[in-house]
């Protein structure tokens, strides 16, 4: 009986530590692709405030100017796009889990059919397993997304709320908060809900809107939005690496807390089976005095 | 040569292409080329495809640095900000690449552009006119003398 569970034990102990190298490997990766997403997210972020501060500028200086078409308020909401940021890859602990979750409740409540737009391959494959129509979908791994094909895919939303085939886009993605933290958030990109704001600084400079207020407003909340959507799809790709390493920590620590563990139990069998032996020997050679 | 200097910042989605003191930006908006120089009028305008020429600070008269835009937009305020899809300085240009790419969208256009989807249509004109300011913008650029 001895010898056999050294035996298992051995197998064991093998087969948990190549587990451990796998996770410790995944984590030096998902780390070093994490510092390189973070470098992309920083910059993105700072643009998509940027953008925001100007059209919030615009909105208080320019209130009577603005044309309706993409301001909250404009029309009843009945069809919602809700535009989900997932990953396309596993093993990333609970990130996939939460998004879903969220993005679940957030369309249960909605009594019309929603539009679905997934990025990341685990969005689409779970609602198409609960039977939802997913109208469009980006495959690839989100982090090497570049502004071009992020504008590939919010152009046809921004198209559809123009002809009113939905009345309002949501983004449901995680923000990044820091590498141990993150947390799902769900932004409306459209109708815009801005609010003249009384406080606001009017500058003595009057601005000059060329070719005219209108089109100048056409022109940037559309780019909002794009922008905004590229800068999630970023923004999601980093969570996914920091939730990643972090799974995968997770992952090497227990491994190694396991290994202990059955190193332990491997001596105690070996020291019984010696043990066992030596009682033998004793007991054969005092049966012969 | 101007006596103020005024800073100016490029920004793509994806980076800062450029940060700096300038003397003067020139741009194509929707209505034509205009310059900008310190102290202008503030202002927001819609930016054309087109070429961007720039003076940096101490820089001589014929001393220019030029770029190829995709559109975008200017605001001009105590600092220039311009924010555009894409943006290349001429000597980063492709040559090649463009013209294959224009190449291409022409061979497109002279066979659908009856028949073609009004949308396809257009964006094959352009990429058409983004290559025209990117092989122009390669060579020198409209003012080059």
């Known amino acids: ?289 | 040569m101007a006596v103020n200097s005024v800073k100016l910042e490029i920004i793509t989605p994806s980076k800062l292409f450029y940060r700096g003191e300038v003397d003067l930006v020139i741009v194509t908006t929707l209505d034509g080329d205009e310059g900008f120089m310190a102290g202008h009028c503030w202002g927001c305008k819609l930016l054309d495809i087109g070429e961007l020429w720039i003076q940096e600070k101490g820089a001589g008269k014929d001393d220019w640095r030029v770029a190829a835009l995709s559109g975008g937009f200017i605001e001009i305020k105590d600092s220039i900000i311009i924010y555009t899809d894409a943006v290349e300085w001429s000597e980063d240009i492709d040559m090649e690449r463009v013209l294959s790419q224009k190449a291409m969208a022409e061979d497109w256009l002279t066979e659908h552009e009856e028949t073609g989807d009004p949308n396809d249509v257009m964006k094959a004109k352009i990429i058409i006119a983004k290559s025209l300011t990117r092989s122009n913008v390669a060579s020198g650029g409209v003012r080059h003398h």
């Open chain 1, 1 to 289: 009986m001895a010898s056999e569970s050294i035996q298992d034990i051995k197998r064991r102990i093998r087969s948990v530590t190549s587990t451990e190298h796998i996770t410790n490997a995944m984590k030096l990766v998902s780390a070093g692709k994490l510092r390189k997403a973070k470098a992309i997210y920083e910059k993105t972020n700072a643009n998509s405030h940027y953008l925001t501060n100007t059209i919030r500028e615009m909105f208080n200086t320019n209130t009577g100017d603005i044309p309706q078409e993409y301001l909250a308020g404009n029309r009843e909401i009945k069809t919602t796009c809700y535009i989900i940021c997932t990953s396309s890859r596993g093993l990333c602990g609970g990130f996939n889990n939460n998004i879903l979750k969220n993005a679940q409740a957030d369309i249960d409540d909605d009594p019309e059919k929603p539009v679905i737009v997934a990025i990341g391959s685990k969005g689409k494959e779970y609602f198409e397993k609960r039977g939802f129509e997913v109208h469009s979908s980006y495959l690839s791994p989100p982090e090497s997304i570049s502004f071009l094909e992020s504008k590939a895919l919010s152009e046809p939303i921004i198209e559809m709320y123009r002809n009113e085939e939905i009345d309002e886009v949501v983004l449901i993605y995680t923000a990044f908060i820091s590498s141990m933290e993150q947390e799902v958030r769900n932004v409306t990109l459209l109708p815009f809900e801005i609010e003249a704001d009384p406080e606001f600084e009017r500058s003595y400079n009057q601005m000059e809107y060329e070719p005219s207020v209108e089109e100048v407003f056409n022109y940037l909340v559309p780019k909002y939005v794009e922008t905004m959507i590229y800068s999630a799809v970023v923004e999601s790709a980093t969570c996914e690496h920091a939730a990643r390493r972090m799974a995968m920590e997770n992952a090497t620590d227990n491994a190694r807390e396991m290994l202990e563990g059955l190193n332990l139990t491997y001596n105690r069998a070996r020291q019984s089976a010696i043990t066992d032996e030596i009682i033998e020997i004793v007991a054969g050679s005092e049966a012969q005095n």
